[in-house]
């Protein structure tokens, strides 16, 4: 894998914390501890990104349903619901 060098500055909080972590042995040096951030940051942002793209594929396709008139009645989606996490409806008014 290629390498860069940058010159990063972070708040002195972090700097010893990082600095910690070398001195517990959980890494080799600083260098380690800033690029295993920034690896678990960029799958934490991949994955994020993921979830977005399908949560808007489950909005159209929602409001594909609602164009085309395939809708639920309020209480069918709300019984189900009860059903799923276990609740006793409450009675009718």
Known sequence: MAQETI???VP???AEFAKGLVDGQDFGSV???IVAALAEYQ???DARRRAQAVLKGEIKKG???IDRGEV???EE???ELDEILGRRAEPAA
């Open 43 to 45: 799958a934490a942002v």
């Open 31 to 33: 260098d380690d501890v």
């Open 63 to 65: 409001l594909d349903d």
């Open 7 to 9: 010159q990063v500055t």
């Open 12 to 14: 002195t909080n972090l």
């Open 72 to 74: 639920f009645e309020e």
């Open 77 to 79: 989606v709300f019984g």
